[in-house]
């Protein structure tokens, strides 16, 4: 009886021991850290964001050009403003266009001036908009000096728009020259006032 009770006594020894020696299975629990959440948030709010300013600043561009393009004279205005010019040209009849502006010169000189270039580059504008009009320079001059250095001047005057034209990517075959020298003052006054008048580059049209 008392080896009995022995054995069972061993028996319930051994099996505490094992229990004992077994590893307890852990629960992970994955908690996700408030700053990992709040990091990922603030991320997916400066992609929005940078999206958003990418697509007004590429609205506002369109804007702009449009804009730029409503400023710039369409088809029908180019007719409505030409009128035809009592004198012919070197290709016959010629017109007149108040879309198309004049620019002056410095005593005895066929440079542009800089605050003439503004206007050069409307005209060039408007060309590139009406790709089939042609036009011709005219050079023309004060009265003072001879005939023959005032035709010379304006045939540089002329040149000299013409090769500016070329430059803002006008092509040289829709562009041709003339000059009428201080045959065709435009102010037939004889003062500082009507001589800075008459040195000009007037533009008319040829054919559009």
């Not at 620019?103 to 800089?114: A, T, V």
């Not at 503004?118 to 590139?128: D, H, Q």
Request: some cysteine; aromatic content about 6%.
């Amino acid at each position: 009886m008392v080896k009995k009770v022995f054995c069972i006594f061993i028996l319930i020894l051994c099996l505490g021991v094992f229990l004992a020696g077994c590893p307890k299975k852990r629960i992970v629990v994955n908690r996700e850290q408030p700053s990992v959440r709040k990091s990922e948030e603030a991320s997916r709010l400066e992609a929005e964001r940078a999206t958003k300013e990418a697509k007004e600043a590429k609205e506002r561009e369109l804007a702009r050009i449009k804009e730029e393009e409503a400023k710039l004279p369409q088809g029908g205005e180019l007719e409505k403003s030409l009128v035809a010019k009592k004198e012919r040209g070197i290709e016959g009849e010629v017109f007149e266009s108040k879309l198309l502006k004049d620019i002056h010169f410095h005593y005895d000189k066929y440079d542009i001036q800089r605050g003439e270039e503004g206007i050069l580059k409307e005209n060039a504008a408007f060309l590139k908009k009406n790709p089939n009009m042609k036009i011709q320079i005219e050079g023309h001059c004060d009265e003072r000096g001879t005939t023959e250095y005032n035709l010379a001047l304006g045939e540089r005057r002329a040149n000299s728009v013409k090769k500016y034209l070329v430059s803002l990517g006008i092509t040289s075959d829709r562009i041709s020259t003339i000059s009428y020298g201080k045959e065709r003052p435009l102010d037939r006054g004889h003062n500082e006032q009507a001589w800075a008048k008459n040195r000009r580059a007037h533009f008319i049209v040829l054919s559009k």
